[in-house]
């Protein structure tokens, strides 16, 4: 069964330093998100990419964020300057353009620990 | 905007017992309705979805939602949990498709033995 991937699983860094977290999206989805997960509390939307270009961005996801999808394979999450309050658990998701899914397929996750 | 209230943030219930996670949505408009499931270390599983049709929809493992748009309502049961229902549980809502998704803060199941 097709399924979303993320690397890392873990990723240790110290606080200023950059940070990207790779996501290969199931092939045929249209639709790419990340969500982040702060430990013990909810989901939180970050982005959403549709068509090579962000469809939908919430207040966190601020200038020290990107995203990009630089291969056709490949969806990113850079964060440039990493702050304390970025450690969580950063989920990658898509969805499919057609027939009546709608439901968004999740990765497995990569947890930041910012030092 | 849309909003999604899950007002019981754990629910311990012993196995075989019959169980019950609500969820409250907030939405001018229709809306779609999910529930995920996320065991400790995992990512979010699909558990089922409302997208229109019947009111009753069912999912894996067992468990059944039914949506109330009166009530704006899509609670999640099951009538028999076993020690593996052991997870946390996910409402969500989206508007429309490619629209992000809104979670709830989550339920926490734990079945006892």
């Known amino acids: 069964e097709p399924e979303v991937t993320q690397t890392p699983s873990h990723q240790v860094t110290q606080m200023g330093q950059e940070v990207i977290l790779r996501c290969v999206p199931i092939?045929?989805?249209?639709?790419f998100y990340w969500y982040r997960q702060i430990l013990g509390q909810k989901v939180e939307f970050l982005v959403s990419?549709?068509?090579?270009?962000?469809?939908?961005k919430s207040e966190i996801f601020d200038d020290q964020f990107s995203v990009e999808r630089p291969d056709g394979s490949n969806f990113t999450l850079k964060i440039r300057s990493t702050k304390l309050e970025d450690s969580a658990m950063y989920f990658c998701?898509?969805?499919?353009?057609?027939?009546?899914?709608?439901?968004?397929?999740f990765g497995e996750g990569s947890r930041l620990t910012v030092l | 905007a849309q909003s999604v209230t899950q007002l019981d943030s754990q629910v311990p219930v012993f196995e075989e017992a019959p169980v019950e996670l609500r969820c409250n949505y907030s939405?001018?408009?229709?809306?779609?309705l999910f529930w995920y499931v996320q065991y400790p270390n995992q990512g979010l599983q699909l558990l089922l979805k409302?997208?229109?049709?019947?009111?009753l929809v069912k999912g894996i493992n067992g468990f059944e939602a039914e949506f109330n748009k009166s009530q704006t309502s899509f609670h999640l049961r099951k009538p028999s949990v076993h020690i593996s229902d052991t997870a946390e549980y996910f409402c969500?809502?989206?508007?429309?498709?490619?629209?992000?998704?809104?979670f709830g803060p989550g339920t926490r199941l734990s079945v006892l033995p």
């Open positions: 092939s045929n989805h249209l639709y």
């Open positions: 969500a809502v989206t508007l429309t498709y490619g629209q992000n998704f809104v």
């Open positions: 939405s001018s408009v229709s809306v779609y």
């Open positions: 998701a898509s969805s499919a353009p057609y027939g009546g899914a709608r439901e968004l397929f």
């Open positions: 409302y997208l229109s049709g019947s009111t």
């Open positions: 990419f549709y068509n090579n270009e962000i469809s939908e």
